[in-house]
């Protein structure tokens, strides 16, 4: 591997080892520097991301005939999961802000985790394997090292970004707004007939009830428990998750995860300061 595109492999290290601190650090009860960790990650790698979208996928689809299994499309598929995965976590973290995460909880957090690190060793191997290589045998030295130049440009960019934008509010209530919003679409596909369920259920009802819970959520924290609640009914009772078609099950999933985090939260007083919470 040519030096200028190892120097961008090895953020893949650098990715594991902030998400390996965040985890000890939450086992150790050490919140504040569980957060610091997980959002070393998150920004490193979102930015990496970034980069790779905008300047190195670009290059490889102008320049590279793909092997099998190695177009640009199953690497932006898989940056998509990686972003939503990331979210997901981010939502998770946040409906605990403040509030002392009991040990059940952090063993639900890292098993959520390590499949968060599966993805990524596989997305890895698929980027070590195929598309940095076959980048490198498809362009010259001088065309390597401007492309790195652009890649580092890109990833500032983004991170510049991230810093100018508004801050995420923290809390159940927020954690409860994402699930929902991923769920709505998946509702209303079903509702429309676009989809098809592996069981019939009344699609309709539910996505109708969905958009009145989550205006019930939007009004404020007040309606935030009762509301959490009959949104895991939702999908535990409702429209129960093996119902959806077996190609959503993973996202319907995530947003059950999420509300049920979200729910378990919401049972807890938050504490006066954060701080190690």
């Known amino acids: 591997m040519s030096e200028p595109f190892r120097q961008l492999l090895n953020a893949h290290g650098d990715f594991r080892r902030h998400l390996d601190r965040h985890q000890v650090h939450l086992v150790l009860g050490e919140r504040s520097a569980a957060d610091s960790a997980w959002h ?39 940056h998509e999961r990686l972003r939503r995965f990331v979210a997901e976590l981010d939502a998770w973290l946040a ?78 209530r927020q954690a409860a707004l994402l699930a929902a919003g991923w769920l709505a679409p998946l509702y209303e596909e079903l509702e429309e007939g676009r989809s098809r369920p592996r ?6 009802e539910a996505a109708g009830r969905l958009h009145g819970l989550q205006a019930d959520l939007l009004k404020g924290d007040g309606a935030g428990t009762a509301t959490l609640a009959e949104l895991c009914d939702l999908l535990d009772r409702v429209t129960p998750m093996k119902f959806f078609p077996a190609s959503r099950a993973s996202e319907v999933h995530a947003c059950w995860q999420l509300l049920q985090a979200a729910s378990r939260a919401a049972a807890v007083p938050a504490a006066e300061s954060a701080g190690d919470a």
């Not at 069981?199 to 309709?204: C, E, F, K, L």
């Open 40 to 78: 070393r990650f998150s920004a490193a790698l979102l930015d990496h991301i970034y980069g790779e979208e905008t300047v190195i996928l670009p290059a490889y689809v102008s320049l590279v005939s793909p092997r099998r299994g190695a177009n640009a499309s199953v690497f932006r598929r898989e």
């Open 95 to 172: 409906a605990w802000h403040g509030r002392v995460l009991p040990p059940g909880e952090i063993i639900l957090l890292v098993e959520r985790q390590k499949t968060l690190k599966e993805l990524l060793e596989h997305h890895d191997e698929r980027e070590e394997g195929a598309l940095y290589p076959d980048l490198a045998t498809a362009m010259s030295g001088i065309r390597q090292q401007q492309l790195l130049q652009d890649f580092l440009a890109a990833e500032q960019q983004h991170e510049a970004s991230l810093r100018g934008a508004a801050p995420v509010s923290q809390g159940p």
């Open 199 to 204: 069981q019939a259920a009344p699609w309709g």
